[in-house]
């Protein structure tokens, strides 16, 4: 069977195709449920996780540029909360727009709309649903981070529609997914600085390496549905970029560090990342999808290891 061909749905209760074997929403969550969750991806939390790195590390680095010295709890609550709703919200508004593309792709004609699980219309709802949800958490800060929140969804809104005109959608991606880190910077000071757009900057530059990896595994069928990517746009390059993005993300989060006076623990932690991300590289086969999807999936390892390596600077320094 072609890529391009319109692809049947999974027959086992409209699990989705590239969802881990054994995930908690096929097996534990309402049947009602099932077809949200998955459009959600609570099925594939990944996403969230790398939404969510930047809103704790800002956090934790604004903590420390003002001289607290224990992580606020309750701000690095909120966040998490409002990343896996964010999240879901941004792929069930990318899955109503690809819903055509989607259903001509055998890893993606399972998902809940083009496999008839649920109507655009209900999707729709759905995602204005998250989006509210996502404002009761960002109401709980000061106004200056609502109007710095809030101002991210018009990026949201137009991610789904750069791979069909630009080789450089995961630059957008980049800019969308990690607004978290001037977000979580405006909650704890009330404004911005330069070490919130070190690390805004530098975590854009990690998410177009990890997300070109992650484009290697769709390279064959974005060619034949007419998509674009980094991961066409560089090719057997690849190796050479993914140097040059996660190289200038160590470097901007060094300076993001050192602007917000950051101590030994973050430059041990931040030391023990860079040896991470050259890993990745070292070893990653744009050929192996398999390969390319362990490595993509094992950034919510570089984001906690640096959110332990702050959260430490800031007891040491307490």
Same mark, same amino acid.
């Given at each position: 069977?072609?890529? @391009?061909?319109?692809?049947? =749905? =999974?027959?086992?209760? %409209?699990?989705?195709? /590239?969802?881990?074997?054994?995930?908690?929403?096929?097996h534990?969550?309402?049947?009602?449920?099932?077809?949200?969750?998955?459009?959600?991806?609570? #099925?594939r939390?990944? !996403?969230a996780?790398?939404?969510?790195?930047?809103?704790?590390?800002?956090?934790?680095?604004?903590?420390?540029?003002?001289?607290?010295?224990a992580?606020?709890?309750?701000?690095?609550?909120?966040?998490?909360?409002?990343?896996?709703?964010?999240? !879901?919200?941004?792929?069930?508004?990318? /899955?109503?727009? #690809?819903?055509?593309? /989607?259903?001509?792709v055998?890893?993606?004609?399972?998902?809940?709309? *083009?496999?008839? +699980?649920?109507?655009?219309?209900?999707?729709?709802?759905?995602a204005?649903? &998250?989006?509210?949800?996502?404002?009761?958490?960002?109401?709980?800060?000061?106004?200056?981070?609502?109007?710095? %929140?809030?101002?991210?969804?018009?990026?949201?809104?137009?991610y *789904?529609? $750069?791979?069909?005109?630009?080789?450089?959608p +995961?630059?957008?991606?980049?800019?969308?997914?990690?607004?978290?880190?001037?977000?979580?910077?405006?909650?704890?000071?009330?404004?911005?600085?330069?070490?919130?757009?070190?690390?805004y900057? !530098?975590?854009?530059?990690?998410?177009?390496?990890?997300?070109?990896?992650?484009?290697?595994?769709?390279?064959? /069928?974005?060619?034949?549905?007419?998509?674009? @990517?980094?991961?066409?746009?560089? %090719?057997?390059?690849?190796?050479?970029?993914?140097?040059?993005?996660y190289?200038?993300?160590?470097?901007?989060?060094?300076?993001?560090?050192?602007?917000?006076?950051?101590?030994?623990?973050?430059?041990?932690?931040?030391?023990?990342? $860079?040896?991470?991300?050259?890993?990745q590289?070292?070893?990653?086969?744009?050929e #192996?999808?398999?390969?390319?999807?362990?490595?993509?999936k094992?950034?919510?390892?570089?984001? &906690?290891?640096?959110?332990?390596?702050?959260?430490?600077?800031?007891?040491?320094a307490?």
């Amino acid at each position: 069977m072609s890529p @391009s061909e319109p692809v049947a =749905s =999974s027959p086992v209760e %409209g699990r989705v195709a /590239d969802a881990a074997a054994g995930n908690w929403v096929d097996h534990y969550a309402p049947r009602w449920m099932r077809p949200y969750a998955r459009l959600a991806r609570f #099925d594939r939390p990944i !996403g969230a996780w790398l939404l969510l790195m930047p809103c704790w590390w800002s956090t934790l680095l604004a903590q420390k540029h003002v001289g607290q010295t224990a992580p606020n709890l309750w701000f690095m609550a909120l966040f998490l909360i409002g990343a896996f709703v964010m999240r !879901g919200a941004g792929c069930t508004w990318n /899955d109503i727009v #690809d819903r055509d593309y /989607d259903a001509r792709v055998r890893r993606t004609a399972s998902r809940p709309i *083009p496999s008839g +699980q649920v109507t655009a219309r209900q999707a729709l709802v759905f995602a204005v649903g &998250l989006c509210l949800c996502g404002l009761a958490v960002l109401l709980q800060f000061n106004w200056f981070t609502v109007a710095v %929140g809030a101002a991210s969804l018009a990026l949201v809104a137009v991610y *789904p529609f $750069s791979k069909r005109y630009t080789y450089w959608p +995961q630059v957008v991606l980049g800019l969308t997914f990690k607004w978290g880190a001037l977000v979580g910077w405006a909650a704890v000071t009330g404004g911005l600085a330069p070490a919130a757009f070190a690390l805004y900057a !530098g975590s854009v530059l990690w998410t177009i390496g990890y997300d070109t990896i992650y484009a290697h595994q769709d390279k064959e /069928d974005d060619l034949l549905l007419g998509l674009k @990517s980094t991961a066409l746009r560089f %090719g057997a390059e690849t190796y050479r970029w993914l140097v040059g993005f996660y190289g200038g993300a160590v470097l901007l989060w060094l300076f993001a560090g050192a602007f917000a006076g950051s101590g030994v623990a973050f430059y041990v932690g931040l030391a023990a990342v $860079s040896c991470h991300l050259g890993w990745q590289v070292a070893t990653l086969d744009i050929e #192996d999808a398999s390969g390319c999807l362990v490595r993509f999936k094992s950034n919510r390892d570089v984001g &906690l290891l640096l959110t332990a390596a702050m959260a430490l600077d800031l007891v040491v320094a307490g």
